[in-house]
C-alpha cells in the first residue's frame, strides 16, 4: 500500500507541481486548497505525512499544526511547512 501525503497549498501552480512529483514518486496524495479543508481532510483519511504552505487564506499553517496537535488521533503525524518565501 502507498503511504498517503496531505498536500495543503492555496497556490494552484505550486499544489499541482507538487503533486505531480509526489505522484511519481509513488505517493497517494490528498490536496486541499487552504487550511480549514486541510484539516478536515487530515482528520478524515490520517495521512502518514502533512506537507503545508505557511501562507495561506482561511486558516494559515500555523492555525493547521495548532489544530492537528489538539488532536490526540493524528498529533504525531510528521508536518512540513512549505515556504514560497
Given at each position: 500500500m502507498?503511504?498517503?501525503?496531505?498536500?495543503?497549498?492555496?497556490?494552484?501552480?505550486?499544489?499541482e507541481?507538487?503533486?505531480?512529483?509526489l505522484?511519481?514518486?509513488?505517493?497517494?496524495?490528498?490536496?486541499?486548497?487552504?487550511?480549514k479543508?486541510?484539516?478536515?481532510?487530515?482528520?478524515?483519511?490520517?495521512?502518514?505525512?502533512?506537507?503545508?504552505?505557511?501562507?495561506?487564506?482561511?486558516?494559515?499553517?500555523?492555525?493547521?499544526?495548532?489544530?492537528?496537535?489538539?488532536?490526540?488521533?493524528?498529533?504525531?503525524?510528521?508536518?512540513?511547512?512549505?515556504?514560497?518565501?
Amino acid at each position: 500500500m502507498n503511504k498517503v501525503i496531505l498536500l495543503i497549498e492555496d497556490n494552484k501552480d505550486i499544489r499541482e507541481s507538487t503533486l505531480e512529483i509526489l505522484a511519481l514518486a509513488d505517493y497517494e496524495v490528498i490536496e486541499a486548497d487552504n487550511g480549514k479543508k486541510g484539516v478536515e481532510l487530515a482528520l478524515q483519511h490520517r495521512p502518514d505525512l502533512i506537507i503545508c504552505d505557511i501562507m495561506m487564506p482561511v486558516l494559515d499553517g500555523y492555525g493547521v499544526l495548532h489544530l492537528l496537535n489538539k488532536n490526540p488521533e493524528i498529533t504525531g503525524t510528521p508536518f512540513i511547512f512549505l515556504a514560497a518565501k
